[in-house]
């Protein structure tokens, strides 16, 4: 994941160790990932669909909470760098820029347990 899009924490119970713990979050075009800080259970997404359309047209009921947060980012699509807002779930990640509601829509394609060797860069 050497682009840099979306670099953020959630601090949120983990599905697999049970503990509230730091949630780490990247995006890229490439995959998206969720990761516990405490066990290394991770999500990995991959991309299904892109749209500059209808915000909220990609975020399905899902079965745990959705997370909705904000982070900053510049947008692939209009290069502004600013809010995105991120929807996800457990099986699903949306991200949508507030500037020119690009959004794009990962969908959970492996899950497992391990620590991941990419650091976040501390700004």
């Known amino acids: 994941m ?14 697999h160790c049970g503990q509230v713990a730091d949630q780490v979050i990247k995006a890229v075009s490439a995959q998206a990932q969720v990761t516990c800080s405490n066990c290394g259970a991770t999500g990995i997404y991959v991309p299904r669909v892109e749209n500059v359309e209808t915000p909220g047209i990609f975020t399905p009921i899902d079965c745990h909470d959705l997370w909705n947060l904000t982070a900053d980012a510049a947008c692939k699509h ?3 760098e600013g809010p995105h807002d991120l929807v996800i779930g457990c099986r699903h990640f949306t991200t949508r820029c507030r500037n020119c509601d690009y959004t794009h829509f990962y969908k959970l394609d492996l899950e497992f347990v391990a620590h991941c060797p990419i650091e976040i860069e501390e700004s």
Request: net charge positive; charged share 30%; aromatic share 24%.
């Open 78 to 80: 209009c290069r502004v």
């Open 2 to 15: 050497q682009e840099r899009f979306i670099f953020t924490k959630h601090r949120a119970y983990c599905y």
